[in-house]
Nanobody, 124 residues
Framework: EVQLQASGGGLVQAGGSLRLSCAASGLAFGDYTIGWFRQAPGKEHEGVSCISSRDGTTYYADSVKGRFTISSDNAKNTVYLQMNSLKPEDTAVYYC?????????????????WGKGTLVTVSS
């Protein structure tokens, strides 16, 4: 059974930092890319960032470039999202998802597996 376990969400003040973790099990980690998505109240899912399992190529949405950093520990089958300089508009439920292939797209409809979300709340 494939499981993606996201953790690390919480309440933080604007300007603060959080680190999200996504632990994957039940899949061949090297055959998938792992991405982070978020859904704010009343909005669609948004691709935030993803990382290629082949060469570490990363993608960031324009809204988080320069503030968020994605990384992967292949030995632990875990992907991290370091979120700095958080803004109230970053408030959302954050999900990690797995896309088959070596290069990530951050397209919602291409994700094969989804984890349960972790709530990030940024207060002003």
């Amino acid at each position: 059974e494939v499981q993606l376990q996201a953790s690390g969400g919480g309440l933080v003040q604007a300007g603060g930092s959080l680190r999200l973790s996504c632990a994957a099990s039940g899949l061949a980690f090297g055959d998938y890319t792992i991405g982070w998505f978020r859904q704010a109240p009343g909005k669609e899912h948004e691709g935030v960032s993803c990382i290629s399992s082949r060469d570490g190529t990363t993608y960031y949405a324009d809204s988080v470039k320069g503030r968020f950093t994605i990384s992967s520990d292949n030995a632990k089958n875990t992907v991290y999202l370091q979120m700095n300089s958080l803004k109230p508009e970053d408030t959302a439920v954050y999900y990690c998802a797995a896309e088959r292939g070596y290069y990530c797209s951050a397209y919602v409809h291409l994700q094969e597996y989804w984890g349960k979300g972790t709530l990030v709340t940024v207060s002003s």
